[in-house]
């Protein structure tokens, strides 16, 4: 039987406000446990929350990113249940008045197609602790730090077909909320996080399948993976005529699994309703507008832009506008060099290749677009060759330094001596008579594929520095004398 | 409404009560009396009267995003049960 | 001291006729002489008031006194005391010790009023009689086989009895009112968002309110003044000017529009409490206020919709009560679950886990329309109601309860004849509108207030009528030991 797959995500972007959605404690990754927290974040008898008004200002800067509705009424609902990390015994969030209503996000399949994912709600809750489960006496030690840090959390319709489409989607999402500034973005923090919900049907059927939840997942890689082992337990269940049962499950990474979560395996019931604490949260028109103008430049009209105003092909100004990192290193890029199509090239040709061997994501890369700028220069002035640029790009990667050091270091300036290259050239003719005169008895037409010979006896012989054009002409010109 | 006993039991796993069989026979007789007055509303008609959580009707008011607070870890940790590593402790929690 | 107004032992301290550090000496050797009898208090906090005390005498000495430098008064055990246990006279907290101070408390702590103590009261506020207390019930020094009332019986008690001047309390149904009512109290329920929640265990947070317990109206306006103004630490403060809320105690009330609801006059009433409350009515229409009937026609849905909300958002608000950061935990949990369900089970008493399961219960899944929101209809409905009837008239008189205190034990078994008992004061809860109990008359020797209630943000008003009736009136200077009045029945129990 042939599968559908249909995939919905559930994406938790942790807003970089200074301090935490309901109190005054610091919000931020990385501090001794319990050392960020206040009687509200800890639940203390009597403690009350306020609400942080840059988390609203965020959450309505995503729902005008995306072009979504804006909600002028939402509501804080509090979500009861139990677990040492919601030290409340109830996790405060939007229920059925959610601050970012229907919306869409187009993202860029790999036939480079456009599909548009819709996007259901977006809404503000308040994330939990940590749980460590590190032996503490054969106990788990309990870190409230990130008790009531802002979340974003935005819920997608299961419009996903495949876990590239999940990526993509993740990926423009990422690209949205770090550009507009709402999110750091970083995964492995888990500024970002998603739960994807997952199931099957059979081609054709219209009713869904039975879902799994995957929870948790903090990469682009692991969505991929987690989805794609998740689908092969659901194809090899229902092929073996099982049945899919609808539970949470959690992606081993190490395994390379998913496997059902103990802590959610009981029937919740969460008691959803308004926190008496908080009142409706009401805004305007006027306040959603100016949230609207004061927007940056979206990854949709970065990529119109890098089209429109530098030449790129559709493809490179979406591939480069997907990251707003990216996005800005490839510009930093095209500052110094002066040449957008070679710098896209470079960004999305070498530069991506060393990203993806090296596992390292853009902001990582040790050479900087200064370099690579300059090392496009290089090529542009016929100081070296693209082989040259290459091997310079490589020891920018491995081993920094600067661009015209080494060049100079490794002998890599292209020889444009067109005395020295005429020597060359006659000492390969010379030490060549059968190729010449094979050459010679050639027709014309042919005569262009069999330079390739010369070409590469001239070039080994100059060790690669020879200006190729350069070395070319003379060919052409001095073997065409002898025939 | 009246209430059974397996109802009671339901109930006290959600709200992580530990009831004895007698208990949740004392329970279930005085929630389900309880229940029964709490009926009466069914009575009164309330089509379009909207529902009233806060009685000024009053909308949020907005905290600006500033960090007002120090690190004041050892005053609470030094009143909770059970602590080791400026860390709650809670038995093992498994995911 | 006993019986001293605070307005007394104000003069008393700025005449210097003895140093606030005497005084809070006196009262709490007092309390430790004579509360044993009544039970009125969990704790004393003797050390850190007598520090509070001798700032409050500095501060006398160089000029720099408010009105309540140097006054004791006591706390309920809800308010968060900083470095002193606050129990919420459950065993859940019987060792917790807040390292914070309520804003209440603060505010009082500003004004230089000492904390000698911290009063009992039904556990976590849920209760009418104070019988549900993990330290031991209340008894009413007016008459020791019968009720405080509830859930601020202990600073009712405690002030009856003359151990201090002034308590705080806390109304979420009528814990002020109905405890001042029965031990011969002025105690105001503020408008909801006139006093800060900050810092005082939740029991329902739409509903909790927190206001004084006095002797006299003047009181209770002096204690008010302290303790309301907006904070921008809670959400449902309101953000309105705080006014000087004795700044009217002397208006006369001429021309005063008092609405007698038929439905506080219905079969339910005690007939000697409705004419003690006649009776008062008669005397301040003799202060020039005109008697207008009124009707308020959903007040007797508002048992059950009361019922349904406080539960509902107490089950949530007790949840945080785990055993994990503070409080109560139990030995040697098996597991996740065992420490929460012992914790919850061992730490919590009888009607507290009732109210948590009935709000749990409200609230989940296929009832939560029929229940909450449904109660929530018709909390508009008698907000509504008052509106209408607070449109033709300036306040509104009755009854703060329909008999007068019970007997002890009378109630416990039936926990709706319990809750019955709260008709004629979780209305004002329920629309958030500010309201009073004034001593009013005694039947059989156990007192009765007069209920009066008023417009948003009104206390001014209700706490001149209550003060210009307290000028023609002695019913508030009556103590349980005065002559004229009979300290009933002791021949029954005590």
Partial sequence: ?483 | ?95 | MTHKTLVQIAKDLAAGKYSSREITQDIIADIKARDAVYNSFISLSEDLALGQADAADARIKVGNADILTGVPFAHKDLFCTQGHTTTAASKMLANFVPPYESTVGQRLLSAGAVCVGKTNMDEFAMGSSNESSFFGAVKNPWDLNAVPGGSSGGSAAAVAAGLVPAATGTDTGGSIRQPASFCNLTGIKPTYGRVSRFGIIAYASSLDQAGPMCQTAEDAAIMLNAMAGFDEQDSTSVQQETPDFTAELNLPLHGLKVGLPKEFFGPGLNPQVAECIMAAVKEIEKLGAQIIDISLPNLELSIPAYYVIAPSEASSNLSRFDGVRYGYRCDKPENLMDLYCRTRAEGFGTEVKRRIMVGTYALSEGYYDAYYVKAQRIRRLIKDDFARALSQVDVIMGPVAPTPAFDLGSNTKDPVAMYLEDIYTLSANMAGIPAMSAPAGFVNGRPVGLHIMGNYFAEAKLLNIAHQYQQVTDWHLQTPTSNNVPVSNQEKGA
Wanted: glycine residues 6%; proline residues 4%; hydrophobic residues 40%.
């Fill in chain 1, 1 to 483: 039987m042939s599968w559908e797959i249909v995939i919905g995500l559930e994406i938790h972007v942790q807003l970089a406000t200074k301090s935490k959605l309901f109190s005054g404690a610091k919000a931020g990754f990385g501090a001794a446990p319990n050392t960020q927290t206040t009687l509200v974040d800890l639940g203390m008898p009597g403690a009350l929350p306020v609400f942080n008004q840059e988390a609203l200002r965020m959450a309505v800067a995503f729902g005008t990113a995306i072009d979504a509705e804006v909600c002028k009424h939402s509501v804080f609902a509090r979500k009861n249940y139990f677990y040492p990390d919601s030290p409340k015994g109830y996790q405060t969030s939007q229920m059925d008045h959610p601050i970012v209503g229907l919306g869409h996000l187009d993202i860029q399949l790999e036939d480079r197609s456009i599909k548009r994912i819709g996007v259901t709600r977006a809404h503000l809750e308040e994330d939990a602790g940590k749980s460590l489960h590190e032996d503490y006496d054969g106990m788990t030690g309990i870190d409230l730090n990130r008790s009531s840090t802002p979340l974003l959390e935005i819920v997608s319709e299961p419009d996903m077909r495949n876990a590239k489409e999940a990526v993509a989607y993740m990926r423009k999402m990422h690209a949205i909320v770090t550009t507009i500034g709402i999110s750091d973005g970083n995964m492995a923090e888990g500024s970002m996080r998603c739960d994807a919900n997952v199931s099957i049907r059979p081609k054709g059927q219209e009713k869904l399948g039975t879902r799994a939840e995957l929870k948790n997942i903090n990469s682009f890689k692991f969505i991929e993976r987690a989805i794609n082992v998740e689908v092969e337990r659901q194809i090899d269940i229902l092929e073996d005529g099982g049945k899919i049962v609808q539970e949470t499950r959690l992606y081993d990474s190490d395994k390379n699994e998913t496997r059902p979560m103990r802590s959610k395996e009981e029937a919740n019931d969460y008691r959803y309703f308004p926190c008496p604490d908080l009142l409706p949260v009401e805004i305007d028109d006027a306040y959603i507008d100016a949230i609207r103008q004061s927007l940056p430049e979206l990854p949709d009209q970065r990529s119109a832009r890098f089209v429109s105003q530098l030449g790129l092909s559709e493809y490179d100004a979406s591939v480069l506008s997907a990251s707003r990192t990216l996005a800005d290193y490839f510009e930093a890029v095209v500052l110094v060099c002066n040449d957008a199509k070679l710098s896209a090239n470079w960004v999305t040709g070498e530069l991506s290749k060393y990203m993806n061997q090296h596992n390292v994501e853009i902001d990582q890369v040790p050479v900087t677009a200064v370099h690579l700028g300059q090392l496009i220069n290089r090529i542009m002035d016929d100081t070296i060759n693209s082989k040259g640029a290459k091997a310079v790009f490589d020891e920018l990667w491995n081993q920094a330094g600067e661009v015209d050091a080494i060049i100079e270091a490794n002998g890599l300036k292209q020889v444009s001596d067109i005395g020295a290259i005429e020597a060359m050239v006659d000492d390969v003719i010379a030490s060549s008579p059968k190729q010449v005169q094979q050459y010679a008895d050639a027709e014309v037409e042919k005569r262009g594929k069999m330079l390739g010979f010369f070409m590469g006896q001239v070039m080994k012989a100059s060790k690669g520095s020879a200006n190729p054009g350069q070395v070319n002409g003379l060919l052409k010109k001095k073997l065409d004398l002898l025939c």
């Fill in chain 2, 1 to 95: 409404m009246a209430l059974e006993n397996a109802d009671i039991e339901k109930i006290a796993v959600l709200a992580r009560l530990q009831v004895t069989p007698s208990e949740t026979n004392d329970y279930a007789n005085s929630i389900s009396s309880i229940l029964s007055l709490m009926d009466q509303m069914q009575l009164v008609n309330t089509d379009g009267v909207e529902p009233l959580s806060n009685p000024h009707d009053a909308t949020q008011r907005l905290r600006k995003d500033e960090v007002t607070c120090d690190n004041q870890r050892e005053a609470f940790i030094a009143i909770a049960p059970a602590t080791e590593d400026g860390l709650y402790l809670v038995p093992k929690v498994i995911d």
